[in-house]
């Protein structure tokens, strides 16, 4: 069973907060500072450098790490699978994983085999739309390739920020939308530059 599908099993039976972080406010600030060198690969530097993140305090960030979940992977293991539930968004705080897609998505005689998309390091996120959409359905396979550990954000975690902490998760919710924002971007720019080599190659036939 992938991951976020068992997650949705323990949301139905009431136990939303396994792998919650549970930090101090003392020991988040303490591990906050920077002249700690021992504090370099620590939650709170990690959550700084985390560029969606670049414009929120360092309290608002302590205050985010409360609503989020950590939990470690094996390699081969499946975070979600294509067409399941949507309900996190996630971190990597180290590890790698691949996202897949079934080929069929591009080509409908395909043989159903997944095809390789991109490969996500520590520091990149994936999974926004769980956050943005009501019954969001997963468009791709997520993968862990090597031993991982990931920062989560689940919906319920989301509408809890939201009741709790309005402006908090205004500043999040802008945050995410920027990035699919970009990502529109991206693709679009990327099916322009495809339809001008096509145009060009059926001109020399």
Known sequence: MAYEKSIIERMKSGDS????IDMSTLR???????????????????????????????NELRVLSKYMHTRSFSNGDHIFLQG?????FYFILSGKVDIFVDDK?????????????????????????????????????????????????????????????????AK???????IVTKRLFSLTSEIAHMKVQLAQYESQK
């Open 17 to 20: 907060e396994v792998d919650r």
């Open 28 to 58: 988040y600030m303490w591990l906050s500072n920077p002249f700690f060198a021992h504090n370099k690969d620590s939650l709170p530097k990690f959550l700084r450098d985390v560029l969606i993140l670049k414009n929120f305090t360092e």
């Open 84 to 88: 399941d539930p949507g309900v996190g």
């Open 105 to 169: 998505v591009f080509e409908p005689e395909a043989s159903g085999d997944l095809r390789y998309v991109i490969s996500l390091i520590k520091g990149d996120y994936f999974g926004e739309l769980a956050l943005l959409q009501n019954n969001s359905v997963r468009t791709a396979t997520a993968t862990c390739m090597e031993p991982t550990s990931l920062l989560g954000l689940f919906k319920p975690d989301m509408e809890n920020l939201i009741n709790e902490r309005p402006i908090l998760a």
């Open 172 to 178: 999040l919710l802008q945050s995410l939308s920027l």
